[in-house]
């Protein structure tokens, strides 16, 4: 079974420019979940979908940051502009639904560095 | 959200039991503890999780006191393969939220 897939592993940036990243969840996966992992820290959620809708995106800056997932299977992460404090590692994971009893399952990650 | 304390650090000897403990003593009585570990350049995977009894798998046990505000994750037999960073965390109101983990060193 392939897993989660995400492109690209890194990403230089300066600050004030876009960045967009890409995720592929695992085949059948209803749900899908961006992380942010700032270096030291535990992965933090910033948007949950459910398919194509979004069921949380409390912890997203959306001035800054949006999501999207369109036809319910791949997703986009997008940051515009960048800071500095955006530095971090965006996890992608997915599950095969919302419920508690189901586990995550974690792409590699795109370590962004915003210079 | 609960909150949950871990132990920045911990080392153990390859072949000998890992015990790595995590608080979280403003859990709620519907909050599972979930256990994942997130070895270096990779995503978090999947360990455990547990509500209120103990619970074993293929690769983990978890042990969770009966007030639930600690719990211990036992890895019966460290390999080498072991060393990660060790996160432990709860599902409540339909997302997990990680602590800040502990970095597992196996010693050969």
């Known amino acids: 079974e392939a897993g989660v897939a995400q492109s690209p592993r890194y990403k230089i940036i300066e600050k004030r420019q876009s960045v967009a990243f890409w995720c592929n969840p695992i085949?059948?996966?209803?749900?899908l979940y961006w992380y942010q992992q700032i270096l030291g820290q535990g992965p933090k959620l910033l948007i949950q979908f459910q398919n194509n809708g979004v069921v949380d995106d409390s912890q997203l800056p959306k001035d800054r940051f949006s999501a999207e997932r369109l036809k319910g299977v791949d997703s986009t992460l997008k940051i515009q502009p960048a800071k500095l404090e955006d530095s971090a590692v965006y996890l992608c994971?997915?599950?095969?639904?919302?419920?508690?009893?189901?586990?995550?399952?974690f792409g590699p990650g795109t370590r962004l560095t915003v210079t | 959200d609960a909150k949950t304390t871990q132990p920045t650090s911990m080392d153990c000897a390859e072949g000998r039991a890992a015990n790595l403990p995590c608080n979280h003593s403003?859990?709620?009585?519907?909050?599972?503890v979930y256990w994942y570990r997130q070895i270096h350049s990779q995503g978090p995977q999947y360990i455990i999780h547990g509500l209120k009894n103990n619970e074993t798998n293929e690769m983990a046990s978890l042990i969770i006191t009966e007030d639930r505000k600690s719990s211990t994750l036992i890895l019966p037999h460290a390999t080498l393969r072991d060393t990660a960073v060790y996160y432990c965390g709860d599902f409540g109101n339909e997302k997990l939220t990680f602590g800040t983990g502990t970095r597992l060193t196996i010693i050969p």
């Open positions: 085949s059948g996966h209803a749900t």
């Open positions: 403003t859990i709620s009585g519907n909050e599972y």
């Open positions: 994971a997915s599950s095969l639904g919302q419920s508690t009893l189901l586990e995550q399952y």
